[in-house]
């Protein structure tokens, strides 16, 4: 079945680094827009960053400058790759899939579990 498998978050101090994996299963990888969305207690759920399938990416305003999206559909994986992390990223990121991207409500649409980031000092 189809799965997508996030990983790498941790705890990190202000001004770290970090960068998020997910391994996608059981779908036409290379079909799909990638997205990281994050979502925290008391904030909006945010999309944080996008990539389409051939590799245009996008980058919500708060992360700009800071993350880089990137994909390797040989390795049917897409990485966020996180620096200058700030308190405010704090979150659990969760890698989305959607075959006619993310602001369509056309499906199929696949989502993981999540992988939490933690920014303290």
Request: hydrophobic share 30%; with cysteine.
């Amino acid at each position: 079945d189809v799965q997508l498998q996030a990983s790498g978050g941790g705890f990190v101090q202000p001004g770290g680094y970090l960068r998020l994996s997910c391994a996608a299963s059981g779908f036409t990888f290379d079909d799909y827009t990638m997205s990281w969305v994050r979502q925290a207690p008391g904030k909006e759920r945010e999309l944080v960053a996008t990539i389409t399938n051939r590799g245009t990416p996008r980058y919500a305003d708060s992360v700009k400058g800071r993350f880089t999206i990137s994909r390797d559909n040989a390795k049917n994986t897409v990485y966020l790759q996180m620096n200058v992390l700030k308190p405010d990223d704090t979150a659990v990121y969760y890698c989305h899939g959607d075959r006619y991207g993310i602001a369509t409500m056309r499906g199929p649409k696949y989502w993981g579990q999540g992988t939490l980031v933690t920014v303290s000092s």
